[in-house]
């Protein structure tokens, strides 16, 4: 069965904080994507990644870096987490070219910055 | 640009009623998915539609696809409860080294007794 897993389901950090978020899939996906979700606004493209080391930004990536040592792990980095922060963080991966069946996407890290 | 719309944003029916979501999209694509969410809860993919003409069916759920007028449909019929749900569709975008895909803002789903 595919799986797609974060580290955290819910965290709460301080303004000013690094903070990582973890996502890693079993599937051999070469794809990984990292999305923030708020309401009235959908799914964000953070960064996304094809392959080990590599990385492109998508639409939002100010405020975040992310890390791709190993193909089956993405990480996501707030450098200093600021209250605009505060959201739902989707951790995605899919075959190259999205793939025939698309993107699996992870349970979800809700984060809030205070 | 590739934007990806979706209409209505919010819909509340009633049970045993049939209704339709619209997904226009911008730019050329041969590929949009449809997912469903639950309420804090991840996405997970509905349907898959790959070229034009193509039609899915799951259950009381039917998704079509043309590519010409660059519009899917997700049809709902005799809708029940537990289609409750946020539906998202997404296009597949080629622009860039590996391509993405580009989300609708949802339609949130609300059927009632």
């Known amino acids: 069965d595919v799986k797609v897993t974060q580290s955290s389901r819910y965290l709460v950090k301080r303004t000013g904080e690094k903070v990582f978020l973890e996502c890693v899939q079993d599937m051999d996906h070469e794809n990984m994507f990292w999305y923030r979700q708020d309401p009235g606004l959908g799914l964000r493209l953070i960064y996304f990644?094809?392959?080990?080391?590599?990385?492109e930004k998508g639409d939002i990536p100010e405020g975040y870096s992310v890390s791709r040592e190993k193909k089956e792990r993405f990480s996501l980095i707030l450098e200093s987490a600021s209250t605009n922060q505060t959201s739902m963080y989707l951790c995605?991966?899919?075959?190259?070219?999205?793939?025939?069946?698309?993107?699996?996407f992870g349970p979800g890290t809700r984060l809030t910055v205070t | 640009e590739l934007k990806v719309e979706q209409n209505p944003l919010f819909l509340s029916m009633q049970e045993g009623k049939n209704y339709t979501i619209y997904c226009n999209y911008s730019?050329?694509?041969?590929?949009l998915y449809w997912y469903r969410q639950d309420p804090g809860k991840s996405l997970e993919s509905l349907f898959v539609?790959?070229?034009?003409?193509a039609v899915k069916q799951e259950g009381r759920l039917m998704a079509s696809l043309d590519t010409k007028a660059r519009l899917s449909t997700l049809h709902i019929t005799a809708a029940v409860h537990d289609l409750s749900a946020t539906y998202f569709c997404?296009?597949?975008?080629?622009?860039?080294?590996?391509?993405?895909?580009?989300f609708g803002k949802g339609t949130k789903l609300s059927v009632k007794p």
């Open positions: 539609l790959l070229s034009n003409g």
């Open positions: 995605a991966s899919s075959l190259p070219g999205q793939g025939f069946y698309g993107q699996y």
């Open positions: 990644s094809y392959d080990v080391k590599m990385k």
């Open positions: 997404a296009v597949a975008n080629y622009g860039g080294s590996q391509g993405n895909l580009i």
């Open positions: 730019t050329t694509s041969d590929r």
